[in-house]
């Protein structure tokens, strides 16, 4: 599986690829040379949008992303690194931290989720490293479409 880490010119980028299952790192950092050595070390394509990276000595996979809105930077991401996003993966990373998430029981989750999504929503999933819940409801159907539309490879 492709995994990524990510330098904070493209924060939105990291979020949509973990929204489409794929393992992504959001490096905060602003030593360039550490956000290198971490991509290598961790065998990650480096993505960013600054172009002065592409004059270093890198031994990974580096790729400059040219577009500035998140739908072109999406589209660029997919074509130039010829990815085959997995319907199967999608919405299974927590947002936040990237941690795979885990199903929860839909009793368990009654006490912190406001009782209108209990009652309409059934599937639930927890972030077993930050304790983020999630579940499929319209925010899912608008990031499908939204996936649809800007997947190059065909819908979802």
């Not at 929503?121 to 608008?142: A, M, Y």
Request: charged share 30%; proline share 6%.
């Amino acid at each position: 599986m492709t995994s990524f880490l990510v330098d904070y010119t493209l924060g939105k980028l990291a979020k949509w690829l973990r929204i489409m299952g794929y393992d992504t790192v959001l490096c905060e950092c602003d030593r360039n040379r550490a956000f290198l050595e971490e991509g290598a070390r961790e065998r990650r394509i480096v993505l960013t949008r600054k172009k002065s990276l592409s004059k270093r000595e890198y031994r990974g996979r580096l790729m400059i992303v040219e577009a500035d809105k998140i739908e072109g930077q999406l589209e660029e991401v997919i074509r130039r690194l010829d990815l085959s996003p997995d319907p199967d993966l999608f919405f299974t990373r927590c947002l936040s931290c990237n941690a795979v998430l885990e199903p929860v029981e839909h009793s368990v989750v009654e006490a912190r989720v406001p009782p209108y999504v209990y009652n309409t929503q059934r599937d639930f999933s927890i972030c077993p490293n930050c304790g983020g819940l999630f579940w499929p409801g319209t925010h899912k159907e608008n990031m499908e479409a939204f996936l649809r539309k800007h997947n190059p490879t065909g819908p979802p």
